[in-house]
């Protein structure tokens, strides 16, 4: 069902309120791959929000939708979320990082209730993926598997294997996601190498491509159920985003890929994220 | 087949390890309806074909893309199934190592992997189809268990039991056409247990996939030089059979490995840790492929050119008896 101007609202708002949570995370835990964590959030917001078949309280639900953060850098800024969806107490995530804490950069499926698959070296989480929507096929099951990279990742040549795979197989139950922030470690993918033109590669190999604005939940949402009704293949919705999206000293900027906040840090990002909170129309 | 019995296979003396591998596996098939076969591109050389001929819905070829499979796999294994995945040796412990530790042990997830030409059992192809290095990188990833089973029949009994053994489970096989060790395939295997071949006093050889034929045959010309060989078939290679070993020490002082592997991190390696812990005095001698790139040839030949054959281990036997060992009976204060 499309979303609403209300839904559409309310998924802006829990957004802002997961930056704001990714924010004070990464200032007790010492550091984070903020501006990754804060590219993917829209979509992770209208996955986990909106879209996906899940239940906290059953996290092995054989029914249940899989997602695969394969950019697992990320994994800040998704336990953040699965925190808050109630997949475990959300209080936890103040022992981020700390020895002994089930929460590290990267997170453990065996350890992080809600996790479906182990992941942090690129380029690994798509045949997952893969495999999970075969499994779903070959069980006669309905539900649909996700699956997030980053665009750095797909230098990795793992993707492009398992890309031929999803498009031979005709995986119409997977949806990829790229969080297309334009920026690696060590700079702009397009200086350091030649990603695009992304969408007529993976149209190539069999998908069907659509290429949005990942800031905007309604062309997020759209793209999602479009993908929902795409038979014969499956879908990869290459997603515009910007690197450190809502804190100004961030955005666009590839050394906040990895970093640590000091308290005045700290408040400079929150102000950032409070205001936007605040502008929120309507 | 008889009652009780999970397969069977007629001729298993004249089968490779691979084709009993095959054939068990098929067998398997309505006994554990979660298996998923997968290869990529070598579903005849493997012999795992054999099974999607059977159940062609649960088995998947995914072209040459080892990587993709293996992740696939671990995702097979999230979805519930029970994938057995079958490439040369080379390819998955060396191109897939990292999806294999990543992917698979890292999350513990049901993977049975059965590995074939490893070593230099395909010694014609050259290196870069040779793998002797696969028992030291699977050994020292957590969660796995590696087995290398002597001969064919060995294969078959170490794939049925591998499907009742938790996680994942690394299988190694030759190309292997030499003769079976083993008459039947009725010795009471165990995933862990290793088989005493043959009793002896004097000497220890510790031998696993085909080092252990070889090492059968020097026991018998040793005993004909009055030497008493005592010959262990140490198939699984983790977890060890610590206790074997220690036993060796015990008995007989002096122990040999025989292993198609490179000299560091193998078999010999996996059983040198045992032994050390003893805090007893042991001759010890590892026989396998030296530190190098092995030289092309037929795998009987090479196994005689490395000294790992017969040949080999009997001079190498003869050598380590003239070693003097400084015994401590004292076994209580060590181990």
Redesign the interface.
């Given at each position: 069902m499309p979303l609403t101007q209300e839904g559409i609202k309310g998924l802006t708002k829990k957004a802002w309120e997961i930056r704001r949570a990714i924010i004070e995370t990464t200032f007790t835990c010492g550091g984070s791959h903020l501006g990754g964590s804060l590219s993917q959030t829209d979509v992770l917001v209208a996955l986990y929000y909106k879209y996906l078949r899940i239940d906290a309280a059953r996290p092995q639900w054989e029914d249940r939708d899989r997602f695969i953060l394969s950019k697992g850098h990320g994994g800040i800024g998704w336990a953040t979320i699965l925190g808050d969806k109630g997949f475990f107490d959300k209080a936890l995530l103040k022992d981020f990082n700390k020895t002994g804490s089930p929460f590290g950069m990267h997170l453990d499926s065996r350890r992080v209730k809600g996790c479906d698959a182990s992941t942090g070296s690129l380029g690994h989480g798509l045949a997952i993926a893969i495999g999970l929507a075969v499994g779903a096929r070959l069980r006669k099951k309905d539900y649909r598997t996700y699956c997030m990279m980053g665009d750095g990742e797909l230098c990795e040549g793992t993707v492009w294997e398992a890309s031929i795979l999803a498009g031979h197989h005709k995986l119409d139950n997977l949806t990829a996601f790229v969080d297309r922030n334009s920026l690696m470690i060590d700079g702009p993918t397009e200086q350091i190498t030649t990603l695009e033109p992304i969408d007529e590669k993976f149209k190539a190999f069999g998908w069907e491509t659509l290429v949005i604005d990942g800031h905007d939940f309604a062309a997020i949402g759209e793209a999602i159920e479009k993908a929902q009704t795409i038979k014969g293949k499956p879908t990869i919705i290459i997603c515009k985003t910007i690197k450190g999206k809502g804190v100004d000293i961030m955005e666009g900027q590839a050394q906040w890929h990895y970093g640590g906040l000091n308290s005045d840090l700290r408040d400079q990002a929150l102000a950032c994220i409070d205001k936007h909170y605040r502008e929120i129309p309507g | 087949m008889a009652e009780g019995m999970t397969w069977s296979v007629t001729d298993g003396d004249k089968l490779t390890q691979a084709e009993v591998y095959g054939e068990v596996l098929s067998q398997l098939g309505d006994k554990y309806p979660d298996i998923?076969a997968i290869t990529a591109d070598l579903a005849s050389s493997t012999k795992i074909e054999r099974f999607g001929k059977k159940y062609p819905?649960?088995f998947?070829n995914?072209?040459i893309?080892e990587?993709?499979?293996?992740?696939?796999?671990?995702?097979?294994?999230?979805?519930?199934?029970k994938?057995v995945v079958s490439t040369f040796a080379a390819f998955t412990a060396l191109r897939s190592a990292?999806?294999v530790r990543?992917?698979i042990c890292?999350?513990?997830l049901d993977v049975k992997i059965i590995a074939t030409h490893a070593g230099i059992s395909f010694g014609q192809a050259g290196s870069t189809h040779h793998c002797t290095e696969d028992i030291a990188v699977m050994r020292s990833f957590a969660n796995m268990t590696v087995i290398v089973p002597a001969d064919g029949l060995e294969t078959g009994n170490a794939v049925a039991a591998a499907m009742e053994w938790p996680g994942p489970v690394y299988i190694r096989v030759g190309r292997g056409f030499e003769p079976p060790v083993n008459k039947t395939k009725d010795y009471g295997y165990e995933i862990g247990k290793a088989i005493t071949m043959r009793e002896g006093r004097d000497i220890t050889i510790i031998a696993c996939g085909v080092g252990v034929l070889h090492a059968v045959r020097a026991a018998e010309v040793l005993a004909r030089q009055g030497l008493s060989a005592r010959v262990i078939n140490m198939h699984t290679i983790k977890p060890i059979d610590r206790d074997a070993i220690i036993q060796a020490v015990k008995d007989t002082r002096r122990i040999i490995t025989v292993e198609d592997h490179n000299l560091i991190g193998g078999l010999g390696s996996a059983v040198a840790e045992v032994i050390i812990e003893t805090g007893k005095a042991c001759g010890f001698r590892k026989l396998g492929v030296p530190d190098c790139y092995s030289i092309v040839g037929y795998p009987e030949d090479l196994y005689h050119y490395y000294k790992f054959d017969a040949d080999g281990i009997v001079e190498t036997v003869s050598e380590l008896m003239r070693m003097e060992i400084e015994e401590d009976e004292d076994w209580e204060d060590e181990v």
């Open positions: - | 998923i819905e649960r998947i995914v072209g893309a990587n993709s499979m293996f992740g696939m796999a671990a995702g097979l294994a999230l979805a519930g199934f994938p990292e999806q990543t992917d890292y999350q513990n």
